[in-house]
């Protein structure tokens, strides 16, 4: 027997259409209790990977933790080892369907360098991270909601110059929360600020305590030092170089040179007052012996 076709009717075929999504728009004022309504498309795809190599010292661990704990759109990876090579990390960003990277290399212990790429076509910066501090210290008072979007405040002197342009554009993408991303909060109460003092870039993390301006640093707060800038990611033609970055090992000879340097100094110093030292301090007067008294004990020396 032959089958018989199904009669569809143009109704059912409206009905099985596909919803329209439409925006969330918050109310000025949500009480705690209610559940918060979240955006079901966010545009902003920025994802960014932060993680470091091995070899860093607890307090860098303490700081890219922090880091983490901030930017709700941040991954995380095991560490990787200093034998490979840097453009492995664009393997595993893509792998993690990530377009941003920080990236903490360790060196000798004590010092930390911090990559930031913009993975898909670059650039790329690498700093020396200095003046660490982190969260947890008791410094550091203030408080905000976790996974709430930070107002990113910058200092007149990016737009100076095209290299701290470039780096400010890059700081944009990396540590701005995109909007009604699943993982972040409808609040902003905290203000990341980015200031330029003695060629460096001085990060530093505040509350919004109330309307009329007041602040309290939360913390982490560091200071980097720019390195270069790389038209690729993590790698390619040099952008930029800063002719006032000094090496920590330059720098740590330079202060073991002065040390002997004062060492040398005093040692040249008594050989010259040795060479400089009179044999006869003054002329003895032989007339001040003629009224000496020989005694018996005179003879018996």
């Known amino acids: 027997m032959a089958k018989r076709k199904q009669i569809t009717d143009n109704s059912s075929s409206g009905l099985k259409s596909k919803k329209q999504k439409k925006d969330v728009i918050l109310q000025p004022v949500v009480q705690s209790d209610a559940p918060v309504e979240r955006q079901t498309k966010w545009k902003n795809k920025q994802r960014v990977l932060v993680f470091s190599s091995r070899g860093i010292s607890f307090r860098t661990r303490h700081l890219m933790n922090d880091l983490r704990t901030m930017m709700p759109h941040s991954k995380a990876e095991p560490k990787m ?3 490979d090579k840097l453009f492995i990390i664009n393997e595993i960003c893509e792998m993690k369907n990530c377009n941003k990277c920080l990236y903490f290399e360790g060196k000798k212990k004590q010092d930390v360098y911090l990559w930031a790429s913009n993975v898909s076509k670059g650039p790329s910066a690498k700093f020396l991270v200095e003046n660490i501090h982190t969260m947890s210290e008791l410094k550091l008072t203030g408080n905000c909601l976790k ?10 002197a ?3 110059e095209p290299h701290w342009m470039l780096l400010k554009e890059l700081f944009v993408q990396i540590f701005g929360t995109p909007n009604h991303h699943p993982k972040s909060q409808p609040f902003i109460d905290h203000v990341f600020s980015f200031s330029i003092q003695d060629n460096r870039i001085w990060f530093r993390n505040y509350q919004i305590l ?3 301006g007041s602040l309290a640093e939360i913390g982490p707060r560091f200071v980097l030092n720019p390195i270069r800038i790389f038209a690729s990611s993590f790698g390619g033609a040099t952008l930029y170089q800063n002719p006032y970055y000094v090496s920590p090992n330059e720098f740590r000879r330079t202060l073991r040179q002065q040390k002997a340097d004062k060492y040398n100094q005093r040692q040249e110093a008594k050989v010259s007052q040795e060479l400089r030292r ?3 301090t ?6 001040d012996e003629v009224f000496n008294t020989i005694t018996e004990s005179d003879f018996k020396k």
């Open 278 to 280: 009179p044999e006869i």
């Open 158 to 160: 990016f737009n100076s």
């Open 210 to 212: 109330a309307e009329d």
């Open 282 to 287: 003054y002329n003895m007067d032989p007339t």
């Open 147 to 156: 996974g709430s979007r930070p107002l990113l405040s910058f200092d007149k």
């Open 81 to 83: 080892d200093r034998k």
